[in-house]
């Protein structure tokens, strides 16, 4: 019954080699090493540009503040020309306090000026390793693709095989097949050796053993496989 089924599963399985065989190859795991490379090098630059952000936004508030600061000392020194001893005094302390303040946003710009150079410095190195990085990926890419070229004979020779063998194959089994064919389980058709399903090794309950003498043939209750006799 499932005779035809079988011969057209066995050509499944040579179709699914090769796929595996140009999935595992080496040209297309360095492809993919190398577009890996290139999604961390654009987080990295992302990450960069966030940086700078924050920088300018520190930096300009800082420059802000620091305006204020320059515009009020000299409202208090002119302010100063016509004041008693007393209020001089006051406004001196008020003026040394802002130059005080001013020192720190100083210092602070200062530190902002360096992270801002550190971050272009890092920007640059990343943008230089992602051109080559482009470059590689480019030599891999049409690697990669020259291995599926290569192979892509076989598959179609393959895949007409498998059209024709459809056609003998009891339509009612041909659409368990399919609707399994996604899975991960391959084969999806294995038979029954000493009371266990040889796809996964698991032995039958009583009760799937008594249905599949019945039906000769039962659904894996563990890998979801069809088990025949
Ligand atoms: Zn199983």
């Known amino acids: 019954m499932q005779e035809e089924l079988l011969k057209y599963q066995q050509i499944d399985a040579k179709k699914r080699k090769i796929d595996a065989e140009i999935a595992s190859s080496d040209e297309r795991k360095k492809a993919a090493d190398m577009q890996n490379y290139l999604k961390e090098c654009q987080a990295k630059l992302q990450k960069f540009e966030t940086a700078s952000e924050t920088i300018l ?6 420059s802000a503040f620091m305006q204020d600061l320059n515009k009020r000392a000299k409202e208090l ?5 016509k004041a008693t ?15 005080d303040k001013m020192g720190k946003i100083e210092k602070e710009v200062t530190a902002l000026a360096v992270q801002a150079k550190q971050i272009s410095r890092e920007v640059e190195t990343v943008m230089k390793n992602a051109v080559t990085a482009k470059k590689n990926y480019s030599t ?7 291995v599926r070229a290569s192979r892509e004979p076989e598959i179609k020779a393959l895949l007409a095989q498998m059209q024709e063998q459809k ?5 009612k089994l041909m659409h368990m097949y399919e609707i399994k064919a996604d899975a991960k389980t391959f084969p999806i058709f294995v038979p029954v050796k000493e ?3 040889s796809g996964c090794h698991v032995e ?16 894996c209750e563990n890998c979801g496989r069809y088990i025949y006799e």
């Open 195 to 197: 009371g266990r399903c």
């Open 85 to 99: 001893a007393e209020q001089i005094a006051s406004i001196k302390k008020i003026v040394a306090d802002y130059a």
């Open 77 to 81: 020194n002119a302010q100063a020309q």
């Open 140 to 146: 891999y890419k049409n690697a990669y693709d020259a």
């Open 167 to 171: 056609s003998k194959v009891d339509p």
């Open 57 to 62: 936004r520190n930096y300009k508030r800082a």
């Open 204 to 219: 039958l309950s009583a009760a799937m053993k008594k249905k599949l003498a019945e039906q000769k043939m039962v659904e």
